[in-house]
């Protein structure tokens, strides 16, 4: 097991354990004790993987946080057309930039398409990147799946095209992914969706890391306000998780919703976008 994943691995148990808290905080010695830890070993694993203490993050998985966030942070996307939707504007924190495959590329469900694909261990564990030779157009997580039930999830999407197992040709998009230097390259992204689709996952470039909308609020971004199940569905259909943030999609209630690779995945990224920035 590789050192990020161990800790996404850590942080994964004490979301568990402190969701079984319902809301009472867990001391350092309780969380280290749950998790046959020493307090020393377990505040330096916490603090590697986000920088702060245990009883910061735990403010940051909490649902009072998230209708904080909702109430004064979200992403109100007015000012959309300011930040740079294409091209090679810097979106949601990280240097991107995408295209988007043609109606009828995506019809045909990626035949003549070769897609690179391969393992990588990131922070929130085992990642599966697919990409084109114009870049990444799929990014999954599989550290509450299968290995193999996460890429026959993501074969489904594109069952026409050629698969190589590749991650050699993969390796400097991936590297840029959670390089957060300042000679950082761009990540190129090859969106391969339905147009509706697409014009979601474009809203969803915009939200900065750290904030979070709402289905509805994308919707109305997007010029189809009564359209908040299918923004749900396009949404939970992103296939390029992290880099297009789906998981800073939450309900109006201020209730964290779904998430395709898995809620605890979510909770973890935006615990760790949110503790990021205040390091």
């Known amino acids: 097991m590789s050192e990020t994943h161990y800790h996404y691995g850590v942080m994964r148990r004490a ?31 916490f603090s590697q993987w986000v920088g702060v203490s245990p009883k910061r993050y735990q403010q940051y998985l909490t649902l009072g946080h998230a209708k904080t966030l909702l109430r004064d942070h979200y992403s109100t996307f ?72 996460t890429f026959a999830d993501m074969c489904k999407r594109w069952p026409n095209a050629n698969y190589v197992e590749n991650p050699k040709a993969l390796d400097s998009w991936v590297q840029s992914i959670f390089d957060r230097g300042t000679n950082r390259s761009e990540t190129p ?40 199940r299918a923004v749900g569905t396009a949404v939970g259909r992103n296939p390029i998780g992290w880099l297009i943030p789906c998981h800073r999609a939450m309900r109006k209630s201020g209730g964290l919703g779904g998430y395709h690779w898995g809620l605890p995945v979510k909770r973890a990224m935006l615990a760790y976008e949110a503790a990021r920035i205040e390091s």
Not at 97 to 113: I, Q
Not at 122 to 141: E, H, K, N, Q, Y
Request: net charge negative; with cysteine; aromatic share 8%.
């Open 15 to 45: 979301i568990d354990l402190i969701d079984a808290a319902e809301g009472q905080e867990l001391s350092l010695d309780e969380l280290a004790a749950q998790m046959q830890m020493s307090p020393a070993h377990f505040q330096r694993t």
């Open 78 to 149: 007015e000012t959309a057309g300011n930040v740079g939707l294409s091209g090679g504007g810097r979106l949601h924190d990280l240097f991107i930039r995408w295209e988007a495959m043609s109606p009828g590329e995506f019809a045909a469900g990626g035949a003549g398409l070769t897609l690179n694909f391969g393992w990588f261990e990131g922070p929130f564990g085992p990642m599966l990147v697919i990409g084109t030779s114009r870049g990444i157009c799929g990014l999954a997580f599989g550290a509450e799946l299968s290995k193999d039930v």
């Open 189 to 228: 992204l090859n969106l391969i969706g339905a147009p509706f689709q697409i014009k979601v996952w474009e809203a969803l470039l915009s939200i900065p890391s750290g904030s979070v909308t709402t289905y509805g609020e994308i919707a109305n971004s997007i010029g189809n306000p009564k359209a908040v």
